[in-house]
């Protein structure tokens, strides 16, 4: 049996050249499955979009079974473009469906007819069930269709355990060349898994039943000690976790370990304002430890919309984090969110203003967007009936919901606030000082940015000749572009979905 794990493309957003991740995702699940079956893995991401050619070049591996992963909007529709491309060339072969989009939209997935099963939550053990049985019917968390309708096997309990789920197959992607945030190796390591937050436009917490469940201490460290005996040059190991920072006392453990490593190893993580301003100690040990960059999702400074969405976080939360991270030469990524249910075109703007002068070192803006899974899916399914099921369109840079305003708008804002943070002096003169991390993830900031806008420059030009020819009297008449070339939408707002994660 050999089993093709997929990890599709979603949306080309102008860093990709310079910005890549490993798939841990499925990286994950063959580290399990390679017990029952001949694994081989297929990142997707950054070859494009032609369903046609990519169908007969997964094909070309002759796979027995082929798993997609659809873990957020942007990968939907494409994954079930290529899932038919398949099916059309190999009508018999088995295609399973995971992920967190896969588990919220089972249905969706399914009634088209070309993806077999879905499995719902996590993969690792249902699918080396669903392999040892040699099908997916009766397999607890896996969805299918009998030919009439979706039948929903029992749902399957969360894996307690986390030190039972296997360390990722990164040699079945010999070639990691391609994973790289410039002139460094970024490697993925997933020391938990959920967060127990509620914030209404995030997914991950009713995906994890809101449940945070940890790996041990001393299985982490086992990871950290695997990446760095494999890869030697200059490398980032970025933690994937939704909320590396819940157990402050575990972080702290942690870091300790690998300050007694003495690695020249950086170090990337996700975490909570309110529970970093609280423990200057732990900061402290981050930056030991090369701590280079904490991700913070501050959203808004309005106090209204951060009750509204139950962030849970103040405003002076968020100064006080910056400050105690800055103080550790630790760089704050900071998220931040347009358009959230209820905000006026003035509120939007406030806080497009916010962001140039919050003190991050990286900018990440999105249009609130109603994810499936997330409550905030719920909250507009309930109050203006089904929203827009155009899942090209939930880039998180396209306003998908009633009261928001208009894309052209939310991109002046959206640009606006991007050349304040990275064209401010201060900003700029910080690029030329010591080689300090501050200063290291600046300049990579720099960079993306700078790429990011080379691609913008490209994509309106690719676009005005597109224009200019479909106009042209000689072409008038012409076939169209063949519908299974899957062509995403291509977000002109902002740098979505920067951070690696999981995905997978």
Request: positive net charge; glycine residues 8%; aromatic residues 8%.
């Amino acid at each position: 049996m050999r089993l093709l794990l997929v990890m599709p493309t979603g949306l080309r957003v102008g860093y990709d050249d310079y910005f890549s991740s490993s798939p841990l995702g499925i990286e994950t699940l063959a580290a399990h499955a390679r017990a029952h079956a001949d694994v081989v893995l297929a990142d997707m991401r950054g070859k494009g979009h032609d369903v046609e050619a990519h169908a007969d070049r997964l094909l070309a591996m002759e796979p027995d079974m082929l798993g997609l992963s659809v873990n957020s909007a942007p990968h939907t529709n494409y994954a079930l473009s290529l899932a038919a491309a398949i099916k059309r060339r190999r009508p018999g072969l088995v295609i399973l469906a995971g992920g967190q989009q896969a588990t919220f939209l089972t249905e969706e997935m399914l009634n088209p007819g070309h993806i077999d099963a879905v499995v719902r939550g996590e993969g690792e053990f249902a699918l080396c069930e669903i392999l040892a049985a040699g099908d997916y019917r009766g397999i607890a968390g896996v969805s299918w269709h009998d030919g009439r309708t979706v039948r929903n096997e029992p749902e399957r309990p969360l894996i307690q355990e986390m030190d039972t789920i296997l360390p990722p197959a990164r040699d079945l992607l010999p070639d990691r060349s391609r994973y790289r945030m410039g002139a460094y190796r970024v490697e993925g390591i997933e020391s938990s898994r959920g967060c127990p937050f509620e914030c209404s436009f995030c997914s991950v917490r009713n995906f994890h039943r809101g449940k945070w469940r940890p790996k041990s201490v001393g299985r982490v460290l086992q990871e950290i000690d695997e990446i760095l005996r494999l890869y030697r040059e200059p490398k980032v190991i970025y933690f994937a976790d939704d909320n590396f920072c819940q157990d402050i006392r575990r972080v702290e453990a942690i870091c300790r370990g690998i300050v007694q490593r003495k690695t020249d190893a950086y170090f990337w993580c996700q975490g909570r304002v309110d529970q970093l301003a609280r423990h200057p100690e732990v900061i402290e040990w981050m930056g030991k430890a090369h701590f280079s960059a904490v991700l913070v999702g501050l959203e808004t400074p309005n106090p209204r919309q951060l009750k509204q969405s139950r962030k849970g976080i103040t405003v002076a939360q968020m100064a006080r984090a910056i400050e105690l991270l800055h103080a550790q030469d630790i760089g704050v990524w900071g998220t931040f969110v347009l358009g959230l249910p209820g905000e006026t075109p003035e509120e939007t703007e406030t806080t497009g203003e916010f962001i140039g002068s919050a003190d991050v070192d990286v900018v990440q803006i999105t249009v609130a967007t109603p994810i499936p899974g997330s409550d905030l899916y719920e909250e507009a399914v309930a109050s203006t009936g089904p929203v827009a099921r155009d899942w090209d369109s939930y880039d998180f840079t396209t306003p998908t919901m009633e009261g928001q305003l208009p894309k052209e708008q939310m991109d002046a804002i959206m640009h606006r606030a991007y050349l304040r943070v990275y064209l401010r002096w201060r900003f700029v003169r910080s690029l030329f000082t010591r080689r300090t991390n501050l200063a290291r993830l600046r300049r990579t900031a720099l960079r993306v940015f700078s790429s990011w806008i080379w691609f913008l420059v490209r994509q309106r030009v690719a676009s005005l000749f597109r224009r200019r020819r479909a106009g042209s009297p000689a072409r008038a008449g012409r076939e169209a572009p063949k519908p299974t070339r899957h062509a995403p939408v291509e977000p002109a707002g902002g740098l979505p979905l920067l951070v690696p994660h999981p995905a997978g």
